[in-house]
């Protein structure tokens, strides 16, 4: 008997937890995995009773609706003691005896907001109540308030998270519009079709520069003490418990917890999905990070405070013979304006200091730079002739698109360039698909977007995105799927001038090919004897040398090269 997912939610969802082992005998409704998106976090029960004979995911694993997640046999002995407590949970969640006369609302609800996005100029300038959807339980708490009165939000950004002892689902905004009054406070429980919001309709989907800002959350009035408490008695989510000194001291020997010992350490800690995400990125032990929203909850502000605290702690650490662990030294003091004159501090902007902990990984990485030219005289004689009819259907066709093109084509003849190392440094994790990351320079620092299954689409197509990825990037609306998922990054100066650079690479990615401006330079022409000005682009490939060797990046730069100075060879 195949147990398969039911509707998520969303395209697919990440295995964070798998919650039975093979030879288990569950009853039907016993959660079976943890499954975590960038907007929900959510425990599948099982579909039936019996034994586990297979678990058919791994944690780590995406999976879609559909997807067989156990196999089962057909235990009715052994699921018999369970039956009773069967019952109870199927009486306790029995929609005929949980407010039956409000289920059709929600559906009303989608199908007004259904009609409201079709005809949003109607509704513009109109104030609407809009009611929660369905969330998959009777009941759960409101977590989080992500959104302020007067805040200007897009249709589906999120704007309240909801928890509940089943899931952790983030709600999204239902139009576009102004926030006139939030109906629900942190720390309330609310139910399906429950009015939550109100919202002055735009007649366009547009969105504050906010959306791209982490939200703050809304803080609790001290009135709600007494609903901690009491979600803590009614199965709500479990929450990380203050650090002791026992915890610290327990933290020293985690690397000798087991493995289902970890887990469980992990499903303790209070956060949502993407907090949990983040951590991953950063790689932050989450269970050792102090929770700051309402009960206890872990925030990315608290996060960012950990990693801090913790480079604040390696600095004061005593020096040691490893640079990488000690960190860099304490700035001098500078305070003496004789010597060292008048100084002034600037905040670092949101990007860049998010930016930090992932730069700081290059500090790990056995980094090399192969630098190469390519000859694109006939390549931009080429582009000269096709830009017009390009520029006429609004398409902006740069060199750039012919750089992606040929590297897209060139890590398919060479595929160690895109792959990633393994954590245990034996194997290489080939990438079947070319997702080209585009380094953009913004005001607020750079920021790569990712152009998905390059290797498919041509050169128009690939100007279309780059494009309209530059537009977004600049523009703040680069939603989470545009900046995951890249197995190469591209990073072009164009006309900033410069000769050459050194890129760093992107981990994990294994490789990176910066791009600085063409010049006229004279080359020798052996058939002429003679030099002949040619346009001259030159490259810079950068790679992990643990699983490149100098001579592969040697070739494949040049290769690249190779196709650019003739990129008809890509057509054969």
Not at 207 to 233: F, I, L, V
Not at 362 to 376: A, C, E, G, R
């Amino acid at each position: 008997m195949d147990i398969k997912a039911p509707d998520l939610g969303v395209d697919s969802a990440e295995v964070s937890e798998i919650m039975v082992e093979v030879g288990d005998v569950i009853a039907k409704d016993d959660n079976i995995v943890l499954l975590e998106s960038d907007k929900a976090s959510v425990e599948v029960p099982s579909s039936a009773a019996g034994k586990v004979i297979k678990i058919s995911v791994a944690i780590g694993d995406q999976v879609s609706e559909g997807m067989v997640l156990i196999e089962l046999e057909s235990a009715e002995d052994s699921a018999e003691s369970n039956d009773d407590n069967a019952a109870e949970k199927q009486e306790a969640n029995s929609p005929d005896d949980v407010k039956p006369e409000s289920k059709p609302e929600p559906a009303a609800t989608e199908s007004t907001q259904s009609e409201s996005a079709a005809k949003p100029a109607a509704n513009a300038g109109k104030a609407t109540t809009h009611a929660l959807p369905d969330l998959g339980v009777d009941e759960a708490q409101v977590s989080e308030i992500m959104v302020s009165v007067g805040d200007t939000v897009s249709a589906e950004q999120s704007i309240l998270l909801i928890e509940s002892d089943k899931a952790s689902v983030e709600v999204p905004a239902p139009v576009a519009g102004k926030i006139e009054k939030i109906l629900v406070e942190a720390g309330d429980m609310v139910a399906n079709g429950q009015d939550f919001i109100i919202i002055v309709e735009s007649s366009t989907d547009d969105a504050s520069d906010s959306e791209s800002e982490a939200p703050k959350p809304q803080e609790s009035a001290p009135a709600k003490t007494e609903d901690k408490s009491a979600a803590k008695t009614t199965g709500e989510p479990k929450q990380a418990a203050k650090p002791t000194n026992t915890d610290t001291a327990a933290s020293k020997t985690e690397g000798k917890l087991t493995e289902a010992q970890v887990n469980e350490k992990l499903v303790d800690v209070y956060a949502g999905p993407a907090v949990r995400k983040l951590a991953r990125q950063l790689g932050v032990d989450i269970t050792q990070v102090n929770g700051s929203a309402l009960n206890d909850r872990i925030l990315k502000e608290d996060l960012f405070a950990h990693v801090k605290n913790s480079l604040t702690k390696q600095k004061a650490a005593p020096v040691s013979s490893n640079p990488v662990s000690s960190g860099l030294p304490k700035l001098p003091d500078m305070s003496n304006a004789e010597i060292w004159g008048e100084t002034e501090t600037q905040d670092l902007s949101r990007l860049q200091k998010v930016s930090i902990p992932q730069l700081n990984y290059n500090t790990l990485l056995p980094q090399v730079t192969q630098f190469d030219l390519s000859d694109i005289t006939e390549t931009e004689k080429l582009r000269g002739e096709l830009k017009g009819g390009m520029k006429a259907e609004g398409v902006g066709f740069t060199i750039l698109a012919f750089v992606v093109k040929a590297t897209a084509y060139a890590l398919t003849q060479h595929p160690r360039f895109n792959s990633h190392l393994s954590d245990d440094n034996t194997q290489v994790i080939l990438r079947k698909s070319v997702n080209m990351g585009i380094a953009v320079a913004t005001d607020d620092g750079l920021i790569v977007p990712v152009i998905k299954n390059v290797q498919d689409k041509g050169l128009k197509q690939i100007a279309i995105e780059i494009g309209e990825l530059a537009v977004k990037a600049r523009d703040k609306k680069l939603s989470t799927k545009d900046l995951q998922g890249a197995s190469f990054t591209i990073s072009s100066q164009g006309n900033l001038g410069g000769t050459a650079f050194t890129p760093l690479v992107n981990w994990p990615q294994v490789g990176i090919l910066g791009v600085s401006e063409a010049s006229m330079q004279p080359r020798w022409d052996a058939k002429t004897q003679s030099f002949e000005p040619r346009l001259m682009l030159p490259l810079s490939l950068s790679y992990d040398h643990r699983v490149i060797n100098g001579a592969d990046a040697a070739v494949f730069t040049r290769y690249i090269a190779t196709l650019l100075a003739d990129p008809r060879r890509i057509l054969i």
